[in-house]
């Protein structure tokens, strides 16, 4: 059954939210997930297989299912994220925010005007106020957090583990590794500043749980791809021991 409570009102609660990341371009996938009582799935339009074309049934399969469904856009671009959120999105999770510009353009464009630049043409409903989540993945946006939790029409901010560990010359994707680690505290003690959710992405339910010890609020637990990946290994394990 659909939410009847706004995502952006739940951002707003201390409570965490929990959730998936949706990479298989397919309804049906797209709704077991959101049948598996999680609160939001992000449908990767950025590194996933789905496209445009897929988002009407998957976004409308998630929010039957009772999930609040999110996109990862596959840019910062003005028509990309505008055309997620007419598809029905209840919001976006933005790649690569680098710098306070770049976070104020994302904001404005999920914003209809006076408030931003969004441009009307909804095809499928979502609500009048998406959330908008910017992915902390470099250097550079560490070193601006502090600024770009203060723009205007932010709702949240996600960490991307593997690019910012690449930026930093480190382990990509490892959260207890020391240079990522202290970034993350970083991006969660100037979140926690500006009562702004943080959200690091996370490969499982043990390290999405590490997350949330240590204040994260969006906390994803996998990927549809990689649970099956997991789950037929684990079988096959099974399967071939003596």
Avoid: K
Wanted: proline letters at 7%; hydrophobic letters at 45%.
């Amino acid at each position: 059954m659909p939410r009847t409570t706004s995502l952006r009102d739940r951002l707003g609660d201390p409570q965490p939210l929990y959730g998936v990341w949706s990479t298989l371009p397919n309804a049906m996938a797209a709704a077991v997930l959101a049948g598996a009582d999680v609160d939001y799935v992000v449908v990767d339009l950025q590194h996933g297989g789905a496209g445009e074309a897929d988002l009407p049934g998957m976004l409308a399969a998630i929010a039957a299912g009772g999930a609040y469904p999110l996109v990862r856009p596959r840019s910062q671009a003005f028509a990309d994220i505008g055309r997620v959120l007419d598809l029905g999105a209840h919001g976006v999770v933005v790649p690569n925010v680098d710098s306070v510009a770049q976070a104020e353009a994302v904001a404005a464009a999920c914003a209809y005007p006076p408030a931003g630049t969004r441009s009307w043409g909804q095809l499928q409903a979502g609500p009048p106020d998406p959330v908008c989540v910017v992915q902390v993945e470099s250097q550079a946006a560490v070193d601006a957090v502090g600024d770009l939790v203060q723009v205007s029409g932010i709702s949240g901010i996600y960490v991307g583990p593997y690019d910012l560990g690449l930026s930093l010359g480190v382990t990509p994707g490892d959260a207890d590794e020391p240079a990522l680690s202290a970034a993350i505290d970083r991006v969660l003690t100037a979140a926690g500043a500006a009562g702004l959710p943080v959200g690091v992405h996370a490969t499982s339910g043990g390290s999405a749980a590490a997350l949330r010890r240590r204040g994260c609020r969006l906390i994803t637990v996998g990927s549809d791809a990689g649970a099956l990946r997991a789950g037929v290994t684990a079988d096959l394990v099974a399967a071939r021991a003596d």
